[in-house]
Structure formats: structure tokens, C-alpha cells
């Protein structure tokens, strides 16, 4: 059974950078589509980033497009997500997904593997 855990969050100030992790284990995600969701206080789940297992395709949501870069590195078993001119509504937490599928448009509904999450906050 694969197992995502995510680290890297944290408190910033509005403008700062911040780099999310994401490393599975038991298993290989090489196959996987692997990305972020986020969910913001009294809010839905919404897409943030991801990637193909080629590597070939990115995807992102439009309200991070330009400011976030996603990757991923096949050796490590492991995905990131560099976060750079943080605003303060990009504050939620941010939990890494895998599944065989891609997002959709700018959607994005994983079914395959989850991690706990972990929070980032941005002060303005």
C-alpha cells in the first residue's frame, strides 16, 4: 500500500517562497499522474498542480499559474511544489494526491493515494 506524507509547510509573510514535499513509500507512483490539493478554511477541496509520470505534462490551477512550479523525480519516489509570491488566500492545507488520471480542464479528482496534508499560512 503506498503512502504519501507530505512536509515543507509552514508560516510566511505574503511574498516569501515555500517548497512542499512529497515522498511515497511502498510502492512506486512512477505510473501516477502525482499533484496538490488544497483546502482553505470553510472552503472545498480545490486542484493546485500536477504532473504526468512522463514528466511532459504540467498542469495547474489558474489562481497559481505562474507563481507555482510543480515536479517530480522518479529516483526519489517524490513530488514537489515550489510556491513563489505567496499570497495570504493561498493559505490552506496542502495535501498530495496520486492516481492514474489526470486532471481534467482545471479539475482534478484523485482517487488513488492521498497524504495527511500539511498547512501553510500566509500573513498578509
Known amino acids: 500500500q503506498v503512502q504519501l506524507v507530505e512536509s515543507g509547510g509552514g508560516l510566511v509573510q505574503a511574498g516569501d517562497s515555500l517548497t512542499l514535499s512529497c515522498a511515497a513509500s511502498g510502492g512506486s507512483v512512477s505510473t501516477y499522474f502525482l499533484g496538490w490539493i488544497r483546502q482553505a478554511p470553510g472552503k472545498e477541496r480545490e486542484f493546485v498542480a500536477a504532473?504526468?509520470?512522463?514528466?511532459?505534462?504540467?498542469y495547474y490551477a489558474g489562481s497559481v499559474k505562474g507563481r507555482f512550479t510543480v515536479s517530480r523525480d522518479h529516483r526519489k519516489n517524490a513530488v514537489y511544489l515550489q510556491m513563489n509570491n505567496l499570497k495570504p488566500e493561498d493559505t490552506a492545507v496542502y495535501y498530495c494526491?496520486?492516481?492514474?488520471?489526470?486532471?481534467?480542464?482545471?479539475?482534478?479528482?484523485?482517487?488513488?493515494?492521498w497524504g495527511q496534508g500539511t498547512q501553510v499560512t500566509v500573513s498578509s
Open positions: 494526491a496520486a492516481d492514474k488520471r489526470g486532471p481534467h480542464g482545471d479539475s482534478w479528482y484523485p482517487r488513488g493515494y
Open positions: 504532473i504526468s509520470w512522463s514528466y511532459r505534462e504540467t
